[in-house]
């Protein structure tokens, strides 16, 4: 299973292309869009046609992890005719985002998620738990071929990765803040990400939705010495192997 970084701004667009949250999970024969953040459906389409698209994860409704529905909307609809895409995200949300389209037309195939929900896309299982965030908000546990990635969405503390299997193969956590700045107790910090990879045995973690103007310098070092080993920053375009 691959994992290709569409955008990894924490909450809002940075400089220099730098999109809100998104990722492309790929097997051979699948590729599932996890979070349309602003931002990444441009850098989609440099990996991916969309007619190839089995479906659509949104983690929850905040605009930083799911505006680019939107064009995919338009796209399936008036470019591709493509109908009914399968779109996993929190009960409700269609209906709140309806506002900006008056109707989805039959472009998705919309299929509410709840805490401890699992499915099964293609040849991918996915699993789903509620963070500690204010909208219902689902983390991700994806696998596929006997590997194992997490996806954390975004989280304050009172949530932990420990709620899926330890030892995960790749650990893919918001960091948004430094631990001696945290402002909202719904994000955590590079130093809280290390510490619940290095509690949940992940073997290896990659930091993600930094807040634009962290350093990510610091926030790599912060992460890594909680930790316990090298952690890597996610980047627009980064391509890893789970
Ligand atoms: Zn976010
Ligand atoms: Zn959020």
Redesign the pocket.
């Known amino acids: 299973m691959e994992l290709t970084v569409l955008g990894c701004s924490?909450?809002y667009g940075a400089p220099g292309g730098g999109a809100c949250?998104g990722y492309l999970l790929q097997t051979d024969t699948t590729s599932v869009w996890v979070d349309c953040g602003n931002g990444t459906f441009g850098h989609l389409q440099e990996h991916l046609e969309v007619e190839n698209l089995t479906a659509v994860v949104l983690t929850h409704g905040?605009p930083?992890?799911c505006v680019d529905i939107y064009g995919l909307h338009v796209m399936l609809r008036y470019g591709l005719g493509i109908e009914n895409l399968p779109v996993f995200a929190p009960e409700g949300l269609e209906k709140f985002l309806l506002a900006l389209v008056s109707d989805w037309g039959n472009a998705f195939d919309w299929r509410a998620v709840g805490d401890g929900d699992a499915t099964k896309i293609g040849d991918i299982d996915l699993k789903f738990s509620r963070t500690d965030h204010p909208p219902p908000t689902y983390a991700v546990e994806a696998r596929s071929d006997g590997r194992r990635l997490i996806y954390t969405a975004?989280t304050g503390p009172g949530w932990s990765i420990d709620a899926f299997e330890p030892g995960a193969d790749l650990v893919l956590s918001e960091a948004t803040y430094l631990h001696d700045s945290i402002p909202a107790p719904i994000h955590l910090s590079a130093k809280q990400a290390g510490e619940a990879a290095r509690a949940a045995r992940a073997q290896r973690l990659i930091l993600t939705?930094l807040w634009p103007g962290v350093d990510p310098a610091v926030a790599a070092a912060e992460g890594s010495e909680a930790y316990g080993g090298s952690v890597t920053l996610a980047a627009p375009h980064m391509i890893t192997t789970v």
Do not use: F, K, L
């Open positions: 924490g909450s949250s905040h930083d992890h975004d939705h």
